[in-house]
């Protein structure tokens, strides 16, 4: 298994693995889930991540990647991938 080589074969591996939305976060996590198995088919590490809001009710799923030292996420329904995190020390 690998990182993505540039934000750019992100994007596009990204953009052409979105899935339906749905209402509920268990459904959510499910497309997460398999666009978690489509990386691992094509060699890809991607992380399937829920986040439950405690406060507010409201749970998000993302997807999330790495290029280089640079933590990408994206939601699995719109496939359009942000910076989360940079300069990440990498062993």
Known sequence: ???????????L??????????????DQYATALAIQQAAMEDGYLVSACISWG????????????????????WFPQDGIVNIYMADIPVD
């Open 1 to 11: 298994m690998r990182n993505f080589e540039s934000l750019n074969k992100l994007q």
């Open 13 to 26: 591996w990204a953009s052409s693995h979105k899935q339906t939305y749905y209402n509920y976060a268990d």
């Open 54 to 73: 405690h406060a507010t009710g409201y749970s998000h799923v993302i997807c999330e990647a790495m290029v280089g030292t640079t933590v990408y996420y």
